[in-house]
């Protein structure tokens, strides 16, 4: 090849590989220009108000090149009335889009264009959805409907869901969906008064059983208290990690499926009535690390509830709890710290087999563990119990003692010098080896969610200025 005709190829190989911009105004221009997409190219949604605005978006993107759909100003497209959006294809990105006032009968967001094509691999990020609610509150619709595998729903704000209908859902299929929910900001969600109220669901009855292996991490929710169960975990082996929970009058619920994890979350009900912590439900899942506080809910919304089981339970029952992990954390003046072996709906079969270690709990409120059925087989080493009465059998050896805590700058309770939960843990939780804050965990660990060091705290309790949209006011955030 000559030189000239060298340059030639070169030239026309990086013109074909250069990202282009396809301005668009109206649904029919989406699906078209969709249609002759290229890996890295984008579609930028003109700023106005779209009204009954029926978006299909299907594209195939490449790892590193994703299709994206964006506003031309990230919250100056508003999508109002009867506006739904569906995308689908590999590497897709929806980005700074605002949903406000859509009043449809069908979900507002779905992660699929047709019931057998979905999106994978795909982002829908820096988005709104306020007051998108049907004129008949019994009508029931998802505000985001994720199906497909290894997507992510990022930096969106969803508030005031007043209809039925789990605010967020998660799609199972037969494999693993790996779907990661991560840094929203989910605001008030008003009681239902009937189930259905949930802010996110993972699953569903039908596919409990199914290793969804999504995780949900570093979310902030604020006043979701649509129903008892603010997270309804019903598929295996998701994480739960680095939330908070603010008056949320509910509780992190592992309804159905099994080995889950709840790490390092923060659960603040600043004493209002109702606000939960975490019920278990099914077997294998650890609750670690996490910091509840001023919490009032009692019974099922009490800061740690671990249910019955019911004898040869249909799926869409109460599996019995066995084989839990609840260790290392704090519970600091909560209206019911413990709630065991409640009975509900016919559930004759306690928790079995498990295992309440290294937990720090005070609260003048008892007792401090209230047992409704005889737990069988579960032990109970290294936790220290103080102010009201520990409810616990007599022969448990308990650390009944002040664990002198003091309130940190930002408000949490913290054991300070001299505390009896230092270096006081007992077992072998090797492989435990951070805290609450993410710092690390040496060989002798301390009692409670909080290891006393003085590294640097990754995690800590997250605000409105943490989480959502970069372009939306986080002065106008609740």
Avoid at 177 to 184: A, E, F, G, L, P
Avoid at 193 to 201: C, D, M, S
Avoid at 273 to 288: E, F, K, Q, S, Y
Avoid at 392 to 411: F, I, M, R, V, W
Wanted: charge should be neutral; include cysteine; glycine fraction near 10%.
């Amino acid at each position: 090849m000559t030189p000239s005709r060298a340059l030639l190829a070169l030239a026309l190989l990086t013109a074909s590989g250069r990202a282009a911009d396809h301005r668009v105004s109206n649904p029919a221009e989406i699906a078209a220009a969709a249609k002759k997409a290229a890996p890295g190219d984008t579609l930028i949604m003109a700023n106005s108000a779209w009204t009954d605005a029926k978006i299909v978006f299907e594209a195939e993107g490449l790892e590193g090149r994703p299709i994206t759909l964006r506003a031309e100003t990230p919250g100056q497209v508003t999508l109002s009335g009867q506006s739904v959006l569906r995308f689908s294809g590999k590497y897709l990105v929806v980005d700074g889009l605002r949903f406000e006032g859509c009043n449809g009968p069908e979900d507002v967001c779905e992660f699929r264009t047709k019931s057998d094509r979905h999106a994978t691999f795909s982002r829908l990020t820096n988005c709104t959805f306020i007051d998108c609610n049907p004129p008949d509150a019994k009508t029931t619709t998802r505000w985001v409907s994720i199906y497909g595998s290894d997507n992510r729903v990022d930096h969106c704000y969803l508030a005031g869901k007043t209809n039925q209908g789990t605010t967020l859902v998660v799609w199972l299929e037969k494999e693993p969906v790996r779907q990661r929910i991560d840094r929203n900001h989910f605001g008030p969600r008003p009681r239902l008064k009937v189930n259905g109220g949930e802010t996110i669901r993972v699953g569903d009855s039908a596919t409990s059983q199914v290793p969804a292996r999504c995780i949900v991490e570093e979310n902030l929710f604020e006043g979701c208290s649509g129903e008892v169960e603010i997270v309804s975990n019903k598929s295996c082996e998701n994480v739960y990690r680095h939330n908070t929970f603010r008056r949320c009058e509910g509780a992190l619920t592992m309804r159905h499926g099994h080995a889950c994890t709840v790490e390092g979350n923060f659960f603040f009900g600043e004493g209002q009535p109702n606000t939960g912590g975490v019920r278990v439900i099914d077997a294998g899942h650890r609750v670690l690390n996490n910091y509840f506080a001023d919490l009032g809910g009692e019974k099922t919304r009490a800061a740690l509830c671990l249910m019955n089981g019911i004898v040869n339970s249909k799926p869409n029952g109460y599996f019995q709890v066995r084989n839990a992990v609840i260790a290392f954390n704090t519970f600091v003046n909560c209206r019911e710290t413990f709630v065991l072996g409640f009975a509900n709906e016919g559930g004759t079969l306690p928790p079995e087999d498990s295992v309440f270690a290294n937990n720090l709990v005070s609260s003048p409120h008892g007792p401090l563990a209230r047992i409704d059925t005889p737990l069988r087989r579960c032990t109970w080493p290294g936790n220290l119990f103080f102010g009201a009465a520990s409810g616990l059998p007599a022969d448990l050896t308990l650390l009944e003692a002040d664990p002198k805590l003091a309130q940190d700058s930002t408000g949490l309770w913290r054991p300070s010098e001299g505390s009896p939960t230092l270096a006081a843990a007992t077992g072998d939780f090797s492989w435990l080896t951070g805290d609450l804050d993410g710092q690390p965990r040496g060989a002798k660990k301390d009692i409670g969610a909080d290891q006393r060091s003085d590294a640097p705290m990754p995690h800590r309790p997250l605000t409105a200025a943490d989480a959502g949209p970069a372009w939306r006011p986080k002065s106008s955030a609740p």
